[in-house]
């Protein structure tokens, strides 16, 4: 509802002594004619000494307010900037009040705020309750985040000293995809309140792809691409991991997080942060030093290279996503990576069969393969996707980022117990420097503006904490001249 006008002569032959009355007397204006003084309103200064008077006389408004029916946001606005003929902070306006109100509407007053704050208390616990158990859920995602990702690359190192297969290896983990949507089904069916069937689920999913749901085009122009950068990036890493050491490989890969950042800055114009900037250049130097530390051998910098190019790969991945289908819901995302596994099955296969009798990737019998090895790293593999998938639905994403990083650490103490790795000073700056510049992508986009605010309560809390010690009689009289004459610093441009 708007304010209605009427005739201004009314409004300008009968001075207004009470605040915010609805009455016929009452000439409100439209926010047009004051657009100097709203202007003025975020140069206003309030004194120290009439804060607690204006809490005191804002929350008496509110309740008149609230009983005449006033909720309009012209009409606040109106109230504040004084066109009702309301001061707070004047003496003659708390006496008529307290002459109006009567014993009985001020304890119904008193009890509506005891109900306020009550309500206020439940609302304030409920709150904290959800974010206590969403931080919770967080600490046992990260963790299994951590223990999947470590687990499946100390996995996979154990199992090339029996079967040397990378490329075999990422095609068996690669079938597991198909689980996907079957296991998010699962979930709906135990979640949802509404349960539709395995094919009007699927129906609804496959929205996503367009009107026309899946069809032979989409599958080959949406979803092949991502198959083949899929396979891609788990093949390059685990072909690293025959070159170097686990340690390294798992830190270089968290370079991937400023990969993704530059290329969502060239191709998707996101917006330009120096702090991300800093942190890719970080990443770089890490990689130069991760390289640096073994005397550039011709062994490591060809495990180096494919771990940056496996990052490289899974940031590619991961921009094109966006750019070409953008953001998935979680059921959508399930068919999705389950629609790779189906291009696995039907289109990769046939490399590892080349590979067997090129005798690339050769095993005499399917007795010499460690089937227990294979089918741990694919367990893990695929839970280590499907917390990295979904787990946003439980905890934030940031802490889920954390557990890649802190399966540095667990590979680290991993390796030097099982091999001979030398963690010189170069190493280990080169783990700090890669490590901080993932931190720093971690931090959200407004971070600087979080800071500022941060910085400008500590301020206003150490202005308030400094004891009031220089005379009740000054400080009397200086707030009683105060409240007489308005401050020139107010209306400061």
């Known amino acids: 509802m708007g304010i209605r006008e009427f005739p201004k002569s009314t409004a300008r032959s009968k001075p207004i002594t009470i605040g915010m009355r609805r009455s016929p007397d009452v000439s409100p204006r439209r926010l047009s004619d004051i657009s100097p003084q709203l202007r003025q309103l975020k140069y206003l200064v309030v004194d120290e000494a009439i804060k607690e008077d204006l809490k005191w006389s804002r929350s008496v408004e509110d309740l008149n307010s609230a009983s005449v029916g006033l909720t309009s946001i012209e009409e606040r606005i109106l109230r504040i900037t004084g066109y009702y003929g309301y001061q707070p902070w004047a003496a003659s306006y708390k ?17 509506a705020g005891v109900e306020g704050s009550g309500r206020g208390n439940c609302c304030c616990w409920k709150c904290s309750v959800t974010q206590l158990k969403k931080f919770f859920w967080g600490v046992a995602v990260v963790l299994g985040v ?109 370079c991937n997080k400023a990969f993704v950042f530059l290329l969502s800055w060239i191709v998707l114009r996101d917006r330009f942060m120096g702090v991300r900037i800093v942190a890719a250049i970080l990443a770089i130097a890490g990689i130069v030093m991760m390289t640096y530390a073994d005397g550039f051998h011709s062994h490591s910098v060809i495990g180096i290279a494919l771990v940056v190019g496996s990052a490289s790969m899974s940031a590619l991945y991961k921009v094109l996503f966006k750019l070409l289908l953008g953001s998935a819901k979680f059921g959508e995302a399930a068919l999705f990576l389950s629609v790779l596994g189906v291009f696995n099955v039907l289109f990769v296969t046939c490399i590892p069969v080349i590979l067997y009798f090129t005798k690339v990737e050769y095993w005499s019998s399917l007795d010499v393969i460690p089937w227990g090895n294979l089918c741990g790293f694919s367990i893990l593999l695929l839970t280590f996707n499907i917390l990295l998938n979904f787990g946003i639905a439980i905890t934030y994403p940031t802490l889920i980022s954390l557990g890649i990083v802190l399966s540095v650490p667990v590979n680290a103490i991993i390796d030097h117990y099982t091999s001979e790795i030398a963690f010189n000073s170069v190493r280990v700056i080169a783990i700090i420097i890669i490590g901080l510049g993932f931190l720093l992508l971690l931090l959200p986009e407004e971070w600087d503006v979080w800071l500022m605010k941060l910085l400008t309560r500590l301020k206003v809390r150490k202005k308030e904490e400094i004891p009031e010690g220089n005379g009740d009689i000054g400080s009397g009289l200086q707030s009683k001249s105060r409240r007489t004459r308005p401050s020139m610093s107010s209306f400061a441009h």
Not at 98 to 110: F, G, T, V
Not at 185 to 207: L, M, T
């Open 146 to 254: 951590c223990s999947s990702w470590s687990g499946s690359t100390q996995l996979a190192k154990l199992t090339f000293k029996k079967f040397d297969a990378p490329f075999t290896l990422t095609w068996f983990a690669t079938n597991w995809n198909f689980l996907f949507f079957p296991l998010y089904y699962i979930g709906h069916v135990f979640k949802s309140a509404e349960k539709q069937s395995p094919k009007q689920r699927y129906r609804e999913c496959c929205r996503f792809f367009g009107d026309n749901g899946l069809t032979m085009k989409v599958f080959f122009t949406k979803a092949a691409p991502f198959g083949v950068l899929w396979t891609l990036t788990n093949y390059l890493y685990l072909h690293a991991i025959k070159k170097i050491n686990t340690t390294d490989v798992s830190v270089l890969f968290c």
């Open 95 to 111: 006496r008529d009040e307290c002459s109006r109100e009567s014993p009985a509407p001020a304890e119904a007053q008193m009890q």
